[in-house]
């Protein structure tokens, strides 16, 4: 299994990762986006996975480099 966070005080709200898979990304009530079906701590989403290939993709374009891939 492998870990993504995603640290959303650092989220620009571009819509990239949303535009990319909207089963995985979706935005929040405040605007800023969150991992599906992820555990929340100190704003920080966290989702254990077993397929990361969307979430590095996400990584790559995510212009608040807040998405990171844990393998
Ligand atoms: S790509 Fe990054 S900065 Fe843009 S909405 Fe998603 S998490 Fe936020």
């Known amino acids: 299994m492998a870990q993504i966070i995603l640290e959303r005080d650092?989220?620009?709200m571009c819509g990239h990762c949303v535009e990319l898979d909207e089963s995985l990304f979706t935005f929040d009530d405040?605007?800023?986006?969150t991992l599906v079906g992820s555990e929340r701590d100190d704003n920080v989403d966290e989702l254990e996975v077993e397929d990361?290939?969307?979430?590095e993709e996400a990584e790559e374009n995510?212009?608040?480099e807040c998405i990171e891939v844990y393998d």
């Open 52 to 55: 990361t290939a969307i979430y």
């Open 10 to 12: 650092e989220c620009t």
């Open 30 to 33: 405040d605007d800023r986006a």
């Open 62 to 64: 995510c212009t608040g």
